[in-house]
C-alpha cells in the first residue's frame, strides 16, 4: 500500500443472516483530505463506518490504518493508534460543563480515565489544554456553561472539541450537520476545515452543500457496494449518482438519511 494512503479496505463485507449491508467495499483514504461517504438511506454508509472503528466485526476482508491490519483490533484500541470517531447523536455529558467534557476526554486520552475519585483540584493542570480545545471550537466563553443548556449546534461542536483531544490522526465523522440550522451548517462547515489541517477526515454527510464545499473525494454507496468515487464535480455529474442519491434529494428526501434506517435496512 502507498504511503499516501492513511486507511484503505480491501474487499470489506458484512452480512447480516443473508443480508449483504456492505457488499465490496474498497476504499483508499488519502493522507491529508476530506473524503466523504454519500449514498441513500440504507446504502451502507454507517455500517462501514461501524465496520471501521469495530463497533461490527466484518464478515470478510481487511482495514489497513497507515499499512498495519487492525481488521482484528477492538475498538479502544484503534481509537488509541489514532483512528477517533463522531457519531450522528452528539455524545457528550448533558450535566456536566463544557470543560468538564473535554477534561474526561484528555483523562481518557492520557491515560487517567480512572481517575474519577480524585478532587476536581488534582486534574486542573489539564484545565490549559481544555480551554484551548474550546477556543478552537468557538466556545471558550460557554467553558462553565452546563452542557444541557447549550444549544445544538454548539453541542455539536463540543463534541468535535472532545473527539480533537485524543488527537486523532483520522477523524471520522457521523453526519456531523445532521438536524441543524443553515448557521449551524456553516458553522460547522468551518469547523471542520480547520480540524482537518494536519489530519484526515473521513465523513459520512447527507447535505450536498457541505460535501461540494469541504471534500476533496467522495465514494458514493448504494444498496452496500461502492457506486462510483471521484472529486464532486466528477460525482455529481455521473447520471447513475443522480439516479439512486440526488434524484432522492431533489424529491425531498435528501435530509432524511439517518443511522436508523441503515441499520433497519442491515436487520
Avoid at 471550537?137 to 444549544?151: I, K, R
Avoid at 461540494?212 to 464532486?232: F, H, M, N, P
Wanted: glycine share 8%; with cysteine; aromatic share 6%.
Amino acid at each position: 500500500m502507498s504511503d499516501q494512503y492513511v486507511l484503505e479496505t480491501r474487499n470489506l463485507v458484512k452480512e447480516f443472516k443473508g443480508f449483504v449491508a456492505v457488499d465490496d467495499v474498497n476504499l483508499k483514504i488519502q493522507k491529508g483530505h476530506i473524503h466523504a461517504l454519500i449514498g441513500p438511506n440504507g446504502a451502507g454508509k454507517t455500517t462501514v463506518f461501524n465496520l471501521l472503528t469495530k463497533f461490527l466485526i466484518p464478515t470478510r476482508g481487511k482495514i489497513l490504518f497507515k499499512g498495519d491490519d487492525i481488521t482484528s483490533m477492538k475498538s479502544a484500541a484503534i481509537a488509541r493508534k489514532g483512528v477517533v470517531r463522531s457519531f450522528q447523536i452528539s455524545a457528550v455529558f448533558p450535566h456536566m460543563t463544557a470543560l468538564e467534557n473535554i477534561r474526561v476526554a484528555l483523562q481518557g486520552f492520557e491515560g487517567s480515565s480512572f481517575s474519577f475519585w480524585k478532587s476536581g483540584s488534582s486534574l486542573n493542570k489539564l484545565n490549559g489544554r481544555c480551554m484551548e480545545l474550546l477556543d478552537s471550537v468557538g466556545l471558550a466563553e460557554y467553558a462553565n456553561t452546563t452542557t444541557v443548556e447549550l444549544a445544538y449546534g454548539r453541542k455539536r461542536a463540543l463534541e468535535l472539541a472532545t473527539t480533537l483531544a485524543m488527537e486523532p490522526e483520522l477523524l471520522l465523522l457521523d453526519e456531523p450537520t445532521q438536524g441543524m440550522g443553515a448557521e449551524d451548517v456553516d458553522r460547522v462547515v468551518e469547523l471542520v476545515r480547520k480540524a482537518a489541517q494536519g489530519r484526515t477526515v473521513l465523513m459520512v454527510e447527507h447535505n450536498l452543500s457541505v460535501v461540494s464545499k469541504l471534500c476533496d473525494r467522495i465514494t458514493v454507496l448504494a444498496q452496500g457496494a461502492v457506486l462510483t468515487e471521484g472529486d464532486y464535480e466528477t460525482v455529481s455529474a455521473d447520471p447513475r449518482v443522480r439516479e439512486v442519491y440526488m434524484g432522492t434529494a431533489s424529491s425531498g428526501e435528501r435530509g432524511s438519511t439517518s443511522e436508523e434506517s441503515e441499520t433497519e435496512a442491515a436487520r
